[in-house]
């Protein structure tokens, strides 16, 4: 579960019709599922945010350990005069603990390019930026991280380093995960660098009660989806009569989320009747684990070689520097 940029809203008498499609494909599924793309509207945001502060949750507050802890070997690792490329930079909080280490350590950067899919947003962020970190060019792009990086004109002839932090990884199958990887690496170009967090694999209860949470922030955020359904695509789930469920399926290395039906159900969205079983989940997300060794392979099949894996006293959490071959 991590927080790419929420897609812009669509208002319901002229629903967004990626969304529509993307929707309308998932539940004709067998099994039926929806993109985790799209909990992240307004609503969505803000409750993901309450998830991060949740006593379950560890990774967020676990991966900000590691970079307080390690932040001199990381600002090393990008070096001086590096330009920084965050991928799905959101507000750029983390990029704020690189972006202090580096100054300290290693000397400013030559830029820091966040990459978002709303430019406002984006826009609004590279100005705080450009003013808490005056003489550092901020050149932010707009763009979704799973599709080739057009970059701004940067200093020519630095390294340049990507960051991926936040396991986002995680929410892509293998297959997707490497593809996205190989995205990264055209766009740090041979000898460029990638600062990526991923969760790793522990026990079962531990992964399932972070995405099952005790006061049911999480069953929230699931259910908000099928809301967004509603409010902007004129459907009518009755939301209340999904069950949230987590899941850790061992074999795939990965937690799942459901949405499952507690009676039999016919749903209508625009004007497709979909029915459900009782007992009937929609599949929601997939949040994979890795191991040391998971991570060196899939580093490698995206080009890229680990030259260090940092990770807490319990390693429950990594963050990987890799190299590009």
Not at 101 to 118: F, H, N, R, W
Not at 142 to 155: A, E, K, S, W
Not at 164 to 171: E, K, Q
Not at 284 to 307: P, V
């Amino acid at each position: 579960m991590s927080a790419p940029a929420a897609a812009p809203a669509a208002d319901a008498s002229a629903p967004d019709q990626t969304f529509l499609t993307d929707v309308l494909a998932g539940l004709s599924g067998d099994p039926k599922s929806l993109p985790c793309k799209y909990f992240y509207d307004a609503a969505g945001s803000r409750l993901f945010e309450a998830i991060t502060a949740l006593p379950e949750y560890y990774p967020t507050r676990i991966e900000a350990a590691i970079f307080r802890d390690q932040a001199e070997a990381i600002a090393r690792f990008v070096g001086p005069g590096a330009v920084l490329i965050e991928f799905g930079s959101g507000n750029s909080e983390k990029s704020r603990v690189l972006l202090d280490a580096c100054g300290e350590y290693v000397g400013a950067l030559a830029a820091y390019v966040p990459q978002d899919i709303s430019g406002p947003f984006l826009e609004t962020v590279a100005r705080r930026l450009r003013n808490e970190y005056p003489g550092l060019p901020v050149l932010p792009i707009i763009g979704d991280f799973t599709q080739p990086v057009t970059l701004p004109d940067l200093p020519p002839h630095r390294r340049r380093v990507g960051f991926f932090p936040g396991s986002t990884i995680g929410n892509f199958g293998p297959g997707a995960a490497a593809k996205v990887l190989r995205t990264f690496h055209d766009a740090v170009g041979p000898g460029g660098g990638l600062i990526l967090g991923a969760d790793l694999i522990k026990d079962g209860a531990t992964l399932e009660a972070a995405y099952d949470d005790a006061a049911g922030v999480t069953a929230q955020f699931n259910r908000n989806l099928l809301t967004r359904i509603n409010r902007e695509l004129g459907a009518d789930f009755p939301v209340d009569r999904f069950r949230h469920e987590a899941r850790w399926n061992a074999e795939q290395s990965r937690v799942e989320m459901h949405l499952v039906a507690d009676a039999p159900r016919t749903v209508t969205v625009a004007g497709r009747r979909f029915d459900f079983a009782e007992g009937e989940s929609i599949h929601t997300e997939n949040s994979y684990k890795f191991s040391r060794e998971t991570l060196h392979a899939l580093a490698a099949e995206a080009g890229f070689t680990i030259e260090t894996i940092w990770t807490d006293p319990r390693e429950q959490f990594a963050v990987a520097a890799m190299t590009a071959e």
